[in-house]
C-alpha cells in the first residue's frame, strides 16, 4: 500500500488520495450501515469517537504526506514507532502494566529512531519529524481502538474514522484538485480497500 502511495504522489496531491481514500472506505461500508441502519452509529461514546476520528485524520494526512515527499524506506522505519508510542500510551491510558521488557524495548526502539532522524547532526531534515508526528497520532488512535470497541462493533469504529477524515480534509483536497484519470482513480480504490483491510485487522487486534 505505502508503494502505491509513494507511486501516485507523483501526480496527485497527498490530500487528494485521503480524501479518497476515506470516500471509498465509506462506499465499502455502506452496506453494514444500510444493514444495520442510521441508528446503529448512535454510539454512547460518540464523543470519544469524534476526537480519535480527528487524531486519525491528522495521522493520515501527515503519514501521506510523508511517504509522497521523503524517501519510502525511512518513513517506513519511523511509522514504525507507533507502537512504541503505544506502550507509552498503554498505562495513562488503559490502565494497563507495562513491565521492564517492554519499557526496555521501546527504549531501544526509540534510539534506533534517532539514529535515523538525527537529530542535532550535520544533515538532519526536520521533515523526518513529519512521519514521527504521525506515528503518535495514530498511536493515540490505536490506543482507543481497545477503549471504543468495549462497546461498538468494527464497522462502527471504521465508520467513524472514514467520515471525520473526509470531511476534514475535503477542503484541502478541493484547493490541491487536479483532474484524477482513470489509472489513478483505480490506484486510490487499491488504496482503500488495503487501508480498510487494515485497519479492520487493527481494531480486532486491539481489541483482545
Known amino acids: 500500500m505505502v508503494t502505491l502511495i509513494k507511486i501516485l504522489g507523483g501526480v496527485v496531491a497527498s490530500v487528494v488520495i485521503v480524501a479518497g481514500?476515506?470516500?471509498?472506505?465509506?462506499l465499502i461500508l455502506?452496506?453494514?450501515?444500510?444493514?444495520?441502519?442510521l441508528g446503529a452509529l448512535a454510539s454512547s461514546q460518540l464523543r470519544l469517537h469524534l476526537i480519535r476520528g480527528c487524531f486519525v485524520a491528522v495521522g493520515i494526512n501527515l503519514g501521506f504526506y510523508s511517504l509522497?515527499?521523503?524517501?519510502?524506506?525511512?518513513?517506513?522505519i519511523l511509522f514504525f514507532t507507533a507502537p512504541l508510542f503505544v506502550t507509552l500510551?498503554?498505562?495513562?491510558?488503559?490502565?494497563?502494566?507495562?513491565?521492564?521488557?517492554?519499557?526496555?524495548?521501546t527504549l531501544v526502539g526509540f534510539a534506533g529512531a534517532m539514529f535515523v532522524i538525527r537529530p542535532?547532526?550535520?544533515?538532519?531534515?526536520?521533515?523526518?519529524?513529519?512521519?514521527?508526528?504521525?506515528?503518535?497520532?495514530?498511536?493515540?488512535?490505536?490506543?482507543?481502538?481497545?477503549?471504543?470497541?468495549?462497546?461498538d462493533p468494527p464497522w462502527v469504529l471504521m465508520f467513524y474514522m472514514f467520515a471525520p477524515t473526509l470531511l476534514l480534509t475535503l477542503p484541502l483536497a478541493l484547493v490541491y484538485w487536479t483532474p484524477v484519470g482513470m489509472a489513478s482513480l483505480l490506484?486510490?480504490?487499491?488504496?482503500?480497500?488495503?487501508?480498510t483491510m487494515r485497519t479492520y485487522c487493527d481494531i480486532r487486534g486491539y481489541s483482545k
Open 30 to 37: 455502506s452496506p453494514m450501515i444500510i444493514r444495520n441502519g
Open 120 to 151: 542535532g547532526w550535520v544533515g538532519f531534515d526536520p521533515n523526518l519529524l513529519i512521519p514521527v508526528a504521525s506515528s503518535v497520532f495514530f498511536s493515540v488512535s490505536l490506543v482507543l481502538h481497545k477503549k471504543l470497541s468495549e462497546t
Open 187 to 195: 490506484i486510490i480504490m487499491v488504496i482503500s480497500v488495503f487501508a
Open 68 to 76: 509522497t515527499t521523503l524517501p519510502i524506506t525511512t518513513v517506513t
Open 89 to 105: 500510551l498503554a498505562r495513562p491510558v488503559l490502565s494497563e502494566q507495562v513491565g521492564w521488557r517492554r519499557i526496555s524495548a
Open 21 to 26: 481514500r476515506s470516500l471509498f472506505g465509506l
